[in-house]
């Protein structure tokens, strides 16, 4: 799957058994998806299955697979598809 930031939006193609395209469904995509809650991105970042962006107010959102945590809620057992994107919660608290 791929991403791309288009006027601060991000949006995402491709596989999406995971989620990983953000549009809160597990269904692939032949042509780009808007991440919903997304609109002021600077840039994203893809894994094989996650997606992180970092936005204007230089807070971070990511969505997709979490199963080792990998989305960085501090949650890696629950993920609720079509929930949006979720903040990525400081380490330390």
């Not at 491709?14 to 990983?20: A, F, I, T």
């Not at 970042?45 to 501090?74: K, P, Y």
């Amino acid at each position: 799957f791929c991403c791309a930031v288009v006027d601060g939006a991000v949006k995402c193609w491709g596989r999406n058994e995971k989620g990983q395209i953000g549009d809160g469904t597990t269904t692939s995509a032949l042509t780009p998806k808007s991440v919903p809650g997304v609109d002021a991105a600077s840039f994203a970042r893809c894994g094989r299955a996650v997606c992180c962006a970092v936005l204007e107010d230089a807070t971070a959102v990511c969505w997709g697979n979490s199963d080792w945590g990998e989305i960085g809620d501090q949650n890696p057992e629950v993920v609720t598809i079509g929930a949006g994107p979720a903040a990525v919660k400081d380490a330390n608290g």
